[in-house]
C-alpha cells in the first residue's frame, strides 16, 4: 500500500494505491475519487467503541472500509482546507477528533475522555486513540507542523492548535492564565506537554474560526 499526498498546503488531496487484497479504512464523507475495483463494506468497528467516537469525539458512528479485488487507487480529502500528514504508526498515537482521515486496517481506533475539566470548561478535549501498525493519514486546519520534544522539554499549547502527539507525551489541560485572561483576552484551554515525543500542530485554530465565523451573522434583535 502506497500512499501519497498531493497539493500540500491549504488543500491537500490524499491518494492511496492498493495491491489486490489490501484495505483502507477512511472518514466517511472523505472519499474523493476511485479507480480499480474496490469492495466498500460500512461498519462500526464495535458498538460500544462506535458510540465513544460519535458522543465523546465528535466523529461519525461509522467508517468505511474499502478492500481491493485488484491494483486500485482511492483519494480521501478532509473537510477543513488544511494540510496532510502521514505517520507511520508503531504504538500509539492521540489524535484530535476533527483530524482522522484514513488508516491502514491494522490500526484501531478508539477514544480517550481527558478528564471533567475540559469536559466543563466549555472548549472539550476529547482525543481519538490509535493504536497498531501501520500508515496513518492527519489532516489539520491550516498548514501542519510537527516538533519533537526532548526528555523533560516543555511546551504549551492552544487546545484549538493541537493536532495529534505520541502517547509518551505527558500532557495537561489547564486555563490559559486567570479570569480576565480566559473571559475578556480571548483564551481558553491550553495543554502542557512534557517529552520525550512528538507533537503535531495546525496553524489555524478552528474553534476560533467557527466564534468568528457566528460573529459575523446578523443577530436577531426582536425588533420588527
Do not use: C
Not at 85 to 98: A, E, F, M, R, W
Not at 119 to 145: H, N, R, V
Not at 183 to 211: A, H
Request: glycine share 12%; proline share 3%.
Amino acid at each position: 500500500m502506497n500512499f501519497n499526498v498531493n497539493f500540500k498546503g491549504s488543500y491537500s488531496i490524499l491518494f492511496v494505491d492498493l495491491e489486490p487484497g489490501e484495505i483502507i479504512i477512511g472518514e466517511p464523507g472523505a472519499m474523493v475519487t476511485m479507480s480499480g475495483d474496490l469492495e466498500i463494506e460500512t461498519s462500526t468497528g464495535g458498538v460500544f467503541k462506535a458510540l465513544k467516537r460519535a458522543f465523546l469525539g465528535g466523529e461519525h458512528i461509522f467508517l468505511n472500509k474499502y478492500k481491493a479485488k485488484n491494483k486500485s487507487r482511492i483519494s480521501f480529502a478532509p473537510k477543513l482546507p488544511g494540510d496532510i500528514d502521514i505517520i507511520d504508526l508503531n504504538g500509539t498515537v492521540y489524535l484530535q477528533s476533527t483530524s482522522f482521515l484514513a488508516s491502514e486496517e491494522g490500526i484501531n481506533l478508539d477514544t480517550k475522555f481527558t478528564g471533567f475539566k475540559s469536559f466543563f470548561s466549555g472548549e472539550g478535549f476529547f482525543l481519538l486513540k490509535l493504536s497498531g501498525y501501520g500508515k496513518l493519514a492527519i489532516s489539520s486546519f491550516g498548514a501542519i507542523f510537527s516538533l519533537e520534544l526532548k526528555e523533560d522539554e516543555k511546551i504549551t499549547i492552544d487546545t484549538g492548535h493541537v493536532v495529534a502527539f505520541d502517547e509518551s507525551v505527558n500532557y495537561s489541560v489547564r486555563t490559559f492564565g486567570g479570569f480576565k485572561s480566559t473571559i475578556f483576552g480571548g483564551e481558553g484551554l491550553v495543554v502542557d506537554f512534557i517529552g520525550p515525543g512528538k507533537i503535531y500542530i495546525q496553524t489555524r485554530n478552528y474553534p476560533e474560526y467557527i466564534k468568528w465565523i457566528k460573529s459575523l451573522s446578523p443577530k436577531d434583535t426582536g425588533s420588527r
